[in-house]
């Protein structure tokens, strides 16, 4: 079975461009999350999607949005990137995305904004 | 409030044991977990524990609750090399969909 995949593993961009993130949950799971790592901040919450609907959302500012498809995938999208949205970003799947349901993190996008 | 915090640094010697603490704050936590990262990897769930237990091991790995006190920890018996990491604890309350996370420890074990 395959795990959580994330796409691209590694990109540069420059000030002010915007970025999308992709993600592939684990077949049959319909919960996406997503979560920024930094060094400083350590791991926050961005945001959690299921059945193509936002259930919460963390304290992010309105450059960070996402989506989810119909199939279970997502998207996160940073508009006007700044130097301190350089982080790893990192979706995790579950089938419910309630408590106690265990979820399953990709190995993350390295976002380096210059 | 949410916090979740854990001291930042451990050193073990091969073989020994390791705890590694973590304290929170949100007493509405229903479930507590404990993930490894290794260098350039996602996060890897190692255990979990519900909040009306005490007590949960699973082999090498043994993680404690204090509810009262808030308190989590997370014992690695005979730590080995490919023990170095960092750890994180992490909780999740019930209708929330997320996890508030610890600030991760990062355990060194010398060989």
């Known amino acids: 079975k395959a795990g959580v995949t994330q796409t691209p593993r590694y990109l540069i961009k420059t000030r002010g461009q915007q970025v999308t993130l992709s993600c592939s949950p684990i077949?049959?799971?319909?919960?996406v999350s997503w979560y920024q790592q930094t060094p400083g901040q350590g791991l926050q919450f961005l945001f959690e999607?299921?059945?193509?609907?936002?259930?919460n959302k963390g304290n992010f500012p309105g450059r960070f949005s996402g989506r989810q498809f119909s199939n279970s995938r997502s998207e996160m999208n940073v508009s006007t990137l700044e130097l301190g949205d350089s982080a790893l970003y990192l979706c995790?799947?579950?089938?419910?995305?309630?408590?106690?349901?265990?979820?399953?993190f990709g190995e993350g996008s390295w976002l380096t904004v210059v | 409030g949410e916090d979740v915090e854990q001291s930042l640094f451990l050193s073990v010697r091969e073989g020994d044991s390791s705890v590694i603490n973590c304290t929170y704050t949100d007493s509405s936590s229903t479930y507590l977990y404990w993930y490894k990262q290794e260098p350039g990897a996602g996060l890897q769930l190692l255990t979990y524990?519900?909040?009306?237990?005490d007590m949960k091991q699973d082999q090498r790995l043994t993680v404690l609750l204090n509810k009262k006190d808030k308190h989590l920890s997370l014992r690695i018996a005979d730590t080995q090399t490919g023990d170095s990491a960092i750890y994180f604890c992490a909780e999740t309350a019930s209708g929330t969909y997320k996890y508030i996370f610890g600030t991760g420890t990062r355990l060194k074990v010398l060989a």
């Open positions: 524990i519900f909040s009306n237990m």
């Open positions: 077949s049959g799971h319909r919960s």
């Open positions: 995790a799947s579950s089938s419910t995305g309630a408590s106690g349901n265990t979820i399953y």
């Open positions: 999607y299921f059945s193509e609907t936002q259930r």
